[in-house]
């Protein structure tokens, strides 16, 4: 049996993909360094990694719908709408202690993940259909608990600045959440019976029945988790950057979808893991930052997105095409004897 | 003997379409009993049923004396049936110890945690008790298929069941591995288990069943205990009408070879195939599943490149790098998932069959529907497709007309060389024959056709020549005189010293 050289030649090749990621961050880094010197200060540093938790754990919860096969659009508007209501609240009722917020706001992102996997469970409605309507519908929603006032500046109260700025163990609140998070959702996936079978939910779905999951249970669990994580995202979202407004976040689902891929996920369904997820957040966060430091306009920071998600569509598919074409050629087809 | 499960009247509707009806059906502790029936008939059906996948529309089932109901596979496998099915139906990026326990993991009791060490060690040593190699760590998209169906065997034996389901589980297994399998299922039939068979090969059926249920159009034909059972007469009941009208071959003048390969090679697909394909000539082509012979196919349509060896066509060389090119050499390819990639079902009947020809109605981009129509219109007829009109959706015909549509697209793109791949897979019996009617008309009209097929009977029938494949070579040669049922299987089967 070949199946230990199998083994070896797959970890060499998942370990080139994450020394891959790494060493386009440093480069990333180099040039970019070269050019505004900004980039290596630790204040910067810590901007980029307060932004970068908050797309790590969202990009998490994004991550456990591509894994089943499906995928989430709306994640961006789900922060919207978690910041927008919890910072109209916390106008209206200044006196409310921050956690009880943090609480509303997920559990607003938990309602609009419940709503699109009770569609894509219960419906059957195509995943990409369902969180597209529901993007443009919560996106709507912004506006309308709004009441077209954003919240601004002077809305914020001092304890809930905090939420972002303060620290836990030494570390910042965004970074220690998305800490815990990663591990929790890493315990989840890998180590529970229902995390397996996400997995093998998205791996073949038909097989996946004949050993009994529950596929709208899979469903409604992965968008509801999704949600739950934007809506969280939502609230340190607009404590970290002090407003929120009617398109606060837009155009997230398409960094959360880039730092997936980057991170390995396969668009198919059925693989994906935390770390990776972790390193494309970092990648992506990097690049998004550099972008900045060099002073992209706005519009080119779109296409570069887009190009980064191409680049990566393109190498998993040369991946595993090639992956694909070593397993054939080792196969025991031909037997000797 | 104790019946240890009976189901009474089992119907089952597919959006109007009466899979079951009425079907009774028992199964003793300790027996092997077979289910036997045409593609189609509704085996696989009924098995979904027993291991709650699909529910009745009607009728009960009742398991050692007490009626049950099952919502899904889990509550099956909770009362003591495990099943190995016919498909593919094991999880490609997961190992081979998740692939055996997924549902079933065992647990810590608090913190819930999958104990990965036991489950890795109790795969391991269940996959060593039956004299198994594989790494219980090695991902199943890196085993061959033989060795998947081998895990598909191990997965269901491990559930230890009081009832083991085998859905044509030998379907891609070595000879040596079909011995192995039949000594588990006898051992187990003597513990107590019972048993239910599927298979298409009548003489397995014969060397293992204890009693015989055949299933045709949906209804039950009758249940024979084996001793009391002869092939011709188990053949009748399922076909329902005499052989000989199913494959209606005629003799045919037999031409020029149109298409030689030689020593054709893929890498871990096959291995020096050669063989010539003449005009007017049906060659068939028997294996295995997964003997290479899709593969081959595949490769002389440009879908894979070879790594090794030639193609001739008329005597010429040609290196054919994609379909299109195969195509313009007058080449078709009729895959054997027609909706995959065969037809386009949203499209109707006349698209359909345009689609590879369209350039010749179409002027400065304008395609001209009066002569398209008229084009499909008289393939339409020539091959007697049965549907409402040349704008029916192919999506909305039967199997069988579907596969007249993706021959007609062909026969309209003048192919002279017709692949086809398991070309009456899943359809009707009375279809069935007017394809194998069809393909015998086209030979005589000239065309060379290379039929893949995984029935032997239809081999036997339909072809001219027979080629067969084995775990990627080409082990044998047949020719129509000659050609019964036990050689092709024989060497299909890849016996040892043949």
């Given at each position: 049996m070949n199946s230990r050289s199998y083994k070896s030649r797959l970890r060499e090749l998942v370990r080139r993909r994450e020394f891959g990621i790494f060493i386009i961050i440093v480069i990333v880094m180099v040039l970019v360094g070269l050019r505004?010197?900004?980039?290596?200060t630790g204040d910067n540093w810590k901007d980029m990694l307060m932004y970068a938790s908050i797309l790590a754990f969202i990009s998490i919860g994004q991550m456990m719908t591509i894994v089943t096969g499906g995928i989430d659009l709306s994640v961006g508007s789900v922060v919207a709408l978690s910041g927008m209501s919890v910072g109209i609240i916390m106008r209206d009722?200044?006196?409310?202690?921050p956690v009880v917020l943090i609480l509303l706001g997920t559990v607003f992102g938990l309602g609009c993940g419940i709503i699109n996997g009770l569609l894509i469970g219960?419906?059957?409605?195509h995943p990409l259909i369902t969180t597209l309507a529901t993007m443009s519908i919560y996106r709507g929603l912004v506006v309308v608990v709004s009441r077209s006032r954003w919240v601004v500046y002077?809305?914020?109260?001092k304890g809930f600045k905090l939420i972002a700025r303060g620290n836990i163990l030494g570390i910042n609140n965004l970074m220690f959440a998305a800490l815990i998070i990663a591990v929790v959702s890493y315990y989840f996936l890998n180590h529970t019976r229902k995390g397996r079978e996400i997995y093998a939910y998205g791996d073949h779905q038909e097989a996946a029945k004949f050993v009994g999951i529950n596929s709208t249970r899979i469903n409604i669990l992965v968008y509801a988790l999704s949600g739950m994580l934007a809506g969280f995202g939502g609230v340190l979202w607009v404590s970290r950057v002090h407003t929120a407004q009617a398109?606060?976040?837009?155009?997230?689902e398409m960094q959360t979808i880039a730092s997936c891929v980057i991170g390995g996920?396969?668009?198919?369904?059925?693989v994906g893991s935390v770390f990776g997820v972790l390193l494309g957040t970092l990648l992506f966060g990097i690049i998004l930052n550099s972008l900045e430091l060099i002073g992209i306009v706005d519009f080119w920071k779109l296409s570069v997105q887009g190009f980064i998600i191409l680049v990566a569509v393109i190498f998993d598919a040369v991946l595993s095409h090639r992956v694909a074409e070593q397993m054939r050629k080792q196969r025991r087809v031909f037997d000797a004897e | 003997m104790e019946h240890l499960l009976t189901l009474e009247r089992i119907t089952k509707i597919f959006t109007g379409t009466?899979?079951?009806?009425?079907v009774d059906f028992d199964l003793r502790q300790g027996e092997i009993h077979a289910l036997v029936g045409e593609n189609g008939a509704g085996k696989s059906t009924l098995i979904k049923i027993i291991t709650g996948i699909y529910q009745p529309d009607g009728g009960q089932m009742t398991l050692e004396g007490r009626r049950v109901v099952f919502p899904d596979a889990r509550a099956s496998y909770d009362h003591g049936i495990a099943a190995i099915y016919q498909?593919?139906?094991?999880?490609?990026?997961?190992s081979i110890a998740e692939n055996i326990y997924m549902g079933h993991q065992e647990i810590r009791p608090?913190?819930?945690?999958?104990r990965w060490g036991a489950l890795y060690r109790k795969a391991g040593e269940f996959i060593k008790s039956l004299e198994v190699n594989l790494?219980?760590?090695?991902?199943?998209?890196?085993?061959s298929i033989a060795e998947k169906q081998l895990v598909e065997i191990i997965k269901a034996l491990s559930a230890d069941a009081k009832i083991l389901i085998m859905?044509?589980?030998?379907?891609?297994?070595?000879k040596e591995e079909i011995d192995y399998l039949f000594r588990i299922a006898r051992k187990l039939r003597e513990e107590g288990t019972g048993i239910i068979f599927i298979s298409h090969r009548l003489e397995e059926v014969f060397d293992i069943a204890d009693r015989v249920t055949v299933i045709r159009d949906g209804k039950k034909v009758g249940t024979v205990p084996k001793d009391k059972l002869k092939v011709e007469e188990l053949v009748r009941m399922m076909v329902?009408?005499?052989l000989k009208t199913l494959y209606p071959k005629e003799e045919v003048e037999i031409g020029e070879p149109v298409l030689r390969i030689e020593n054709l090679s893929r890498h871990g697909?096959?291995?020096?195939v050669s063989f010539e394909l003449k005009k007017g000539e049906i060659l068939g082509m028997a294996g295995?599943?997964?003997?290479?012979r899709t593969e081959v196919a595949r490769t002389i349509f440009g879908v894979e490149n070879p790594e090794g060896g030639r193609i001739f066509l008329e005597g010429k060389q040609v290196r054919i790098e994609n379909p299109r090119q195969a195509m313009e050499l007058g080449i078709a390819y009729l895959s054997e998932s027609r909706g995959e990639y065969?037809?386009?079902?949203?499209?109707d009947i006349t698209q359909n069959i345009t689609i590879p020809i369209l350039k010749r109605f179409s002027r400065f981009g304008w395609i001209n529907r009066t002569d398209e129509r008229d084009t499909a219109k008289r393939f339409y007829d020539l091959l007697d497709i049965r549907a409402t009109?040349?704008?029916?959706?192919?999506?909305?015909?039967s199997g069988g007309n579907q596969q007249k549509v993706s021959l007609a697209k062909w026969l309209a793109a003048n192919a002279k060389i017709l692949i086809l791949d398991?070309?009456?897979?899943?359809?009707d019996i009375a279809t069935k024959a007017a394809v194998h009617k069809l393909m015998s008309d086209l030979a005589g009209e000239g065309k060379a056709i290379l039929m893949i097929s995984s029935e032997i009977p239809e081999i036997i029938g339909m072809s001219d020549r027979i080629i067969v494949m084995n775990e990627g070579r080409l082990v044998s040669e047949i020719t129509r005189r000659e050609a019964t049922q036990e050689i092709v299987l024989t060497a299909a089967l890849g016996e040892k010293g043949k």
């Open positions: 505004n010197p900004i980039f290596f009722n200044p006196a409310l202690p219960k419906g059957k409605v002077g809305d914020i109260t398109n606060t976040a837009l155009g997230y996920v396969s668009i198919f369904g059925g | 009466l899979a079951l009806s009425d498909e593919a139906s094991l999880f490609e990026d997961l608090v913190t819930r945690n999958i790494n219980p760590r090695a991902l199943v998209k890196s085993l859905d044509e589980p030998t379907a891609s297994l070595t329902g009408k005499d697909e096959f291995d020096k295995l599943v997964g003997a290479g065969g037809l386009v079902l949203q499209l009109g040349i704008q029916q959706k192919v999506g909305s015909l398991e070309p009456t897979k899943g359809i």
